[in-house]
């Protein structure tokens, strides 16, 4: 009786590592889905970009395979936090920045939100163009080239932000690719 209470302490201890073995494997595949789609989201606005790859290095270190880095995650988390806010407020400074006036600013995030809103293709990089063409025009609808230079620095900032964001995405993924290659003997 003992020897096989033994037994089924070591068999169910053993089915206990196969299942966190699993679980890591999951977690694993799942970030790394998460960082591919993460890093074309930093260029194609409607996948999510560096908060897809932040939630993979989060999926990465919630394995019990990786010790969690909480200061890496907190510090990513905090970049990834800034970097979405300057994505609403780039393409604004980049209007005001080519001469518009504020209503070329507001025409940009009213056009943001819009091409965030309406499901066209590019809407994201349409809306604040047209934005704040639309908005020069209501302030000064004369001046055709200072509109058409202020929504082309609408279309800078979101190029700007997007670029931005692309390179964190590929940082985030580098730390991800590292993490897993130095602990590839626990996780495979």
């Known amino acids: 009786m003992f020897f096989l209470s033994i037994f089924i302490r ?36 409607v996948l999510p970009g560096l908060s897809s790859c932040w939630v993979g290095l989060l999926l990465l270190y919630l394995t019990k395979a990786v010790d969690n880095n909480y200061w890496l995650l907190g510090i990513t988390l905090l970049l990834t936090i800034i970097i979405t806010v300057l994505d609403y407020i780039i393409p604004a400074k980049g209007t005001k920045k080519f001469g518009g006036s504020s209503y070329g600013v507001w025409g940009t995030n009213i056009g943001l939100v819009i091409g965030i809103l309406v499901p066209i293709p590019f809407g994201v990089i349409i809306g ?61």
């Open 128 to 188: 604040p163009f047209v934005g704040a063409l639309v908005g020069e025009m209501i302030y000064d609808s004369t001046n055709h080239k200072r509109a058409l230079k202020a929504a082309t620095g609408s279309l800078l900032g979101f190029l700007a932000s997007s670029f931005i964001n692309f390179v964190f995405c590929i940082i985030y993924f580098g730390i991800f690719i590292h993490t897993t290659w130095e602990y590839r003997n626990l996780l495979f």
């Open 10 to 45: 070591l068999t169910n201890k053993l089915q206990i590592a196969k299942l966190h073995k699993n679980m890591d494997s999951l977690l694993l595949i799942l970030g790394f889905i998460c960082m591919v789609v993460g890093v074309f989201g930093s260029f194609l606005p």
